[in-house]
């Protein structure tokens, strides 16, 4: 019955010799035969758990087994409930963007933000545009302009080869 992904040892497990008892109410029952503190164990007809194996002598609880590796992995799934994964979206564009077209792409950039992911915006320049980059920073900024500040500017333009990008990040919510 030893749960793998905890590395907890239970019962007959446990193969120190003498372990720190805690009895089923929380009572510290100081440092304790191995032996007898599984006969402890039994008699209340519960489990003995060692929840410390680091310390010296290791830790050892008198507890429902089951009933707390439910509670364990209850604690986990909440804990993982709460956690928001933020994901990196990219949008790419061109230099040679249309008005109608930078309004669009702003657009989904704010929807990306608001649910929480970061954007990674792209100007890709092909051929000859490569001489002008300037034309590809012009578009980024217009794209921070038109966004408002409901962001953090996460890494400024820079250019990676042929293409010059930024990542933005959602505003941290106080």
């Known amino acids: 019955m030893a749960d793998?992904?905890?590395g907890l040892?239970?019962?007959?497990?446990?193969?120190?010799?003498?372990?720190?008892?805690?009895?089923?109410?929380?009572?510290?029952?100081?440092?304790?035969?191995?032996?007898?503190?599984?006969?402890?164990?039994?008699?209340?007809?519960?489990?003995?758990?060692?929840?410390?194996?680091?310390?010296?002598?290791?830790?050892?609880?008198i507890l429902d087994y089951g009933k707390y590796r439910f509670e364990m992995e209850k604690k986990l799934r909440d804990s993982k409930k709460k956690q928001k994964l933020q994901v990196l979206k990219e949008i790419r564009m061109q230099p040679k963007i249309d008005s109608h077209d930078l309004d669009f792409k702003s657009k989904h950039i704010r929807e990306f933000l608001a649910g929480g992911d970061k954007v990674k915006v792209t100007v890709r320049f092909r051929g000859r545009e490569l001489a002008h980059t300037e034309l590809g920073l012009d578009v980024l900024k217009n794209v921070l302009a038109r966004l408002?500040?409901?962001?953090?500017?996460?890494?400024?333009?820079?250019?990676?080869?042929?293409?010059?990008?930024?990542?933005?990040a959602p505003k941290a919510k106080k």
């Open 4 to 6: 793998n992904n905890r």
């Open 9 to 61: 040892r239970v019962n007959g497990q446990i193969r120190v010799r003498e372990v720190r008892l805690i009895d089923e109410n929380g009572e510290q029952k100081g440092v304790v035969p191995t032996p007898a503190a599984l006969k402890l164990a039994q008699e209340a007809d519960l489990d003995l758990v060692e929840v410390a194996p680091q310390a010296n002598p290791p830790v050892c609880k």
């Open 148 to 168: 408002g500040d409901e962001f953090t500017v996460e890494k400024q333009p820079s250019m990676e080869g042929r293409f010059m990008s930024m990542t933005l």
